[in-house]
């Protein structure tokens, strides 16, 4: 919006040309998304407690998990609108690429939602079905595919990192390749959202990464120089990116350990399936694999958990996520979360390292 204003008063004021430069309106995203999540946070959580809005403890977790009973969740809900707030004053609105990205964040907050809300309203740590939940999930990833196929060019390979004008050629497969890593991110988003500021951390690093990838990617002279695909309009999903980081920052002062309120599953699947978008549009699906390293972690434990019980009837951890199985080996809570962050930010220069060594 603001972009939009400048652009018409710049004959007036040629200093607002300014706004003109993606990386500028970036960092005031950022800024924007941070003090609307520190400001709209207390007010949330406020009328969460007021409404005794709080989330459902699992009875067979971690004891320590006993004590978290009471605390409000929902707390996704002023990320979002932090970030969607954000992104419609900073971010180019004639961008197509902007509304695919924001419409996915809707269409998988409006599903977390649901699903936390059955949460509460049965007392359970049950909610929607799982087959359920995924029949909305496959419909949301095949909405934003197809979007993506009229707005953006085809596709039929995918990017291989480290290595120069190297791809995985998917053909016809490729369609189901994009679905995965969408619906697949904001899963494993979600299995990680387990202890205080435990996933969103996590989440600004990625999308800090992300929003690197998406400016240079919408470059076409420093993409030809660092050798990564041109992507025409990627760069204003650069300003998206931050302000997910920064209304993300927002919200960790009040899930920190320990938490005032919980993300719950409006803020994980959303934000999940955003990024997972943003790597799918800017042709970095593999190194959003590498950046977001802890989700698949997550993720992988959950399945390999599941498939070696079903198997062998043998539990490969303690418990999954891999999170717990640390909780339940005796680690203080506080020190999981913070390796993990530590894990999350060598991962993301580790993937960022990827636009010089090839």
Known sequence: MVEYLAQQLTGWYSGLSVFGYITLRSVLAALTGLVLSLVLGPLVIRRLRLSSVAQPVRNDGPRSHFSK????????????????VSTLLWAD???????????????????????????LAKRTSA?????????????????????????????????????????????ILFPLF?????VGSSNAVNLTDGLDGLAIMPIAIAAAALGLFSWIAGNAIFSDYLGVPYVAGAGELMVVCAAMGGAGLGFLWFNSYPAQVFMGDVGALAL???????????RQELAWAIVGGIF?????????????????????FRMAPMHHHFELKGWPEPKIIVRFWIISVILALVAVASLKIR
């Open 93 to 119: 609105l004639a961008n197509a690429y902007v509304w695919v990205v924001m419409g996915t964040t809707v269409c998988f907050g409006l599903i977390g939602f649901a699903d936390d809300y059955r949460k």
């Open 127 to 171: 909610g929607l079905p799982s087959w359920l939940k995924f029949v909305l999930q496959s419909i949301a990833a095949a909405l934003v595919l197809a979007v993506l196929s009229q707005v953006g060019e085809p596709r039929d390979s995918v990017l291989i990192p480290y290595f120069k004008d190297l791809y995985l050629p998917l053909g």
């Open 69 to 84: 009973i009471g605390t409000p969740t929902l707390g996704g809900v002023p990320i979002l609108l932090a970030l969607l």
């Open 178 to 182: 994009a679905y995965i890593v969408i």
């Open 272 to 282: 999940g399936a955003a990024l997972g978008t943003v790597a799918v549009i800017v």
């Open 296 to 316: 698949v972690m997550e993720a992988v434990s959950v399945m390999v958990q599941v498939g070696s019980f079903r198997l062998t009837g043998k539990r490969v």
